[in-house]
């Protein structure tokens, strides 16, 4: 019996690998747009693509990402300068890229750009860093989307959404967290509306990775302040060993960031070339063999997982 289910197993993974591996053909003249390509995996993403010879339309934050990207890559890529908070930006990136991609529509739409502005527990945050990250993280990635979609149905292309660990399981950074749940249902709604269109969504789920976001002295300077500002009879309620031993404990998962972004490029660039692109890709060895299978989980056992090494807060009524 249990051979016959180790067969079965087997076989499965031969099947979904031989599926996987069939590459899209003509990839040269396909155009892809992605958002935040100052730094982190957009950067990476555009440089790994702009290799295997597809048409990069690198959206960038500032003038000087985008020089530098331009300076490591072919004359191929291209890039626009893309403030995903900014209606106007967004229209003008819209029209820069109709120009370029004419009647073949835009093969691949990489919502990459996001931020983690202020870390801390929820209600230390104020409403403007709420705002700001979901302005970023979930409405920037919509207005986008809903901009270039006419272009990418046209491709009959891709989209592919950067979520993150905590768009599964929500334990730390309650606006980043919402924003990146938000980009889980907008991308699951879009992949059930846009089947018929032969339009593919993909969403990414990294889990802890060493780029700008997750500079751990930013991190800790960040947290430090948000303490710093948190108001006295807050602060009381939680008291200083609380901080402590929440800050220790995000902060080691800030530590063991991996380095290897191809693991995040490699999903996004299968993604984009694969005849049968994954609709979710777990990058990281953390994201599939802790955070995921953590999901899944009695929600109580998973609340003392990711909470058994905080202190008592202070004031516990
Ligand atoms: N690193 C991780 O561990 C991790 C884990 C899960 C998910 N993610 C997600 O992965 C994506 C990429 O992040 P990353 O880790 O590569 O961090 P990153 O290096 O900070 O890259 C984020 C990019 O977004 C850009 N950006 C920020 N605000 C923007 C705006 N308003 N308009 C346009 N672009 C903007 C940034 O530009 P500037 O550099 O000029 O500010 C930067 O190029 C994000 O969606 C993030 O949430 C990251």
Redesign the pocket.
Same mark, same amino acid.
């Given at each position: 019996m249990w051979l016959y289910l180790a067969v079965l197993v087997g076989l499965y993974y031969l099947l979904r690998w031989y599926r996987e591996r069939q590459v899209v053909s003509h990839l040269q003249d396909k155009f892809v747009f992605i958002?935040?390509?100052?730094?982190?995996?957009? !950067?990476l993403l555009a440089r790994q693509l702009d290799l295997r010879g597809l048409r990069v339309l690198a959206?960038?934050?500032?003038e000087q990402?985008a020089e530098l990207l331009r300076n490591q890559t072919s004359d191929r890529l291209e890039t626009v300068i893309?403030?995903?908070?900014k209606t106007e930006s967004i229209a003008a990136a819209a029209e820069w890229v109709k120009e370029r991609v004419g009647d073949r529509g835009l093969w691949g739409l990489v919502n !990459?750009?996001?931020?983690?502005p202020r870390h801390g527990c929820t209600e230390w945050l104020k409403i403007k860093t709420y705002m700001n990250t979901l302005q970023? !993280?979930l409405i920037?990635l919509i207005e986008v989307t809903l901009s270039m979609l006419p272009l990418v149905r046209r491709a009959r292309g891709r989209i592919v959404n950067?979520s993150?660990?905590l768009g599964r399981i929500a334990f730390f950074g309650a606006g980043y967290s919402c924003s990146k749940y938000g980009v889980e249902a907008f991308s699951d709604i879009l992949r059930r509306e846009l089947q018929h269109f032969g339009v593919k969504i993909s969403i990414i789920e990294?889990?802890?990775?060493r780029?700008?976001?997750?500079d751990v002295q930013k991190f800790s300077e960040t947290m430090k302040q948000v303490w710093k500002e948190v108001p006295a009879h807050i602060k009381e309620s939680y008291g200083q060993k609380f901080f402590d031993s929440y800050f220790d404990d995000m902060k080691q998962g800030i530590l063991n960031?991996s380095t290897n972004l191809n693991l995040v490029t490699d999903c996004m660039e299968h993604a984009l070339t694969s005849v049968h692109p994954r609709t979710r890709y777990s990058a990281g060895w953390d994201s599939q063999f802790f955070f995921i299978p953590l999901s899944y989980l009695p929600t109580s056992l998973a609340d003392y997982i990711l909470t058994r090494s905080w202190s008592k807060p202070a004031q516990v009524v």
């Amino acid at each position: 019996m249990w051979l016959y289910l180790a067969v079965l197993v087997g076989l499965y993974y031969l099947l979904r690998w031989y599926r996987e591996r069939q590459v899209v053909s003509h990839l040269q003249d396909k155009f892809v747009f992605i958002t935040g390509c100052d730094s982190g995996f957009g !950067n990476l993403l555009a440089r790994q693509l702009d290799l295997r010879g597809l048409r990069v339309l690198a959206a960038c934050l500032t003038e000087q990402g985008a020089e530098l990207l331009r300076n490591q890559t072919s004359d191929r890529l291209e890039t626009v300068i893309l403030d995903v908070t900014k209606t106007e930006s967004i229209a003008a990136a819209a029209e820069w890229v109709k120009e370029r991609v004419g009647d073949r529509g835009l093969w691949g739409l990489v919502n !990459n750009a996001g931020t983690f502005p202020r870390h801390g527990c929820t209600e230390w945050l104020k409403i403007k860093t709420y705002m700001n990250t979901l302005q970023v !993280n979930l409405i920037g990635l919509i207005e986008v989307t809903l901009s270039m979609l006419p272009l990418v149905r046209r491709a009959r292309g891709r989209i592919v959404n950067v979520s993150s660990i905590l768009g599964r399981i929500a334990f730390f950074g309650a606006g980043y967290s919402c924003s990146k749940y938000g980009v889980e249902a907008f991308s699951d709604i879009l992949r059930r509306e846009l089947q018929h269109f032969g339009v593919k969504i993909s969403i990414i789920e990294p889990g802890y990775f060493r780029t700008v976001m997750t500079d751990v002295q930013k991190f800790s300077e960040t947290m430090k302040q948000v303490w710093k500002e948190v108001p006295a009879h807050i602060k009381e309620s939680y008291g200083q060993k609380f901080f402590d031993s929440y800050f220790d404990d995000m902060k080691q998962g800030i530590l063991n960031c991996s380095t290897n972004l191809n693991l995040v490029t490699d999903c996004m660039e299968h993604a984009l070339t694969s005849v049968h692109p994954r609709t979710r890709y777990s990058a990281g060895w953390d994201s599939q063999f802790f955070f995921i299978p953590l999901s899944y989980l009695p929600t109580s056992l998973a609340d003392y997982i990711l909470t058994r090494s905080w202190s008592k807060p202070a004031q516990v009524v």
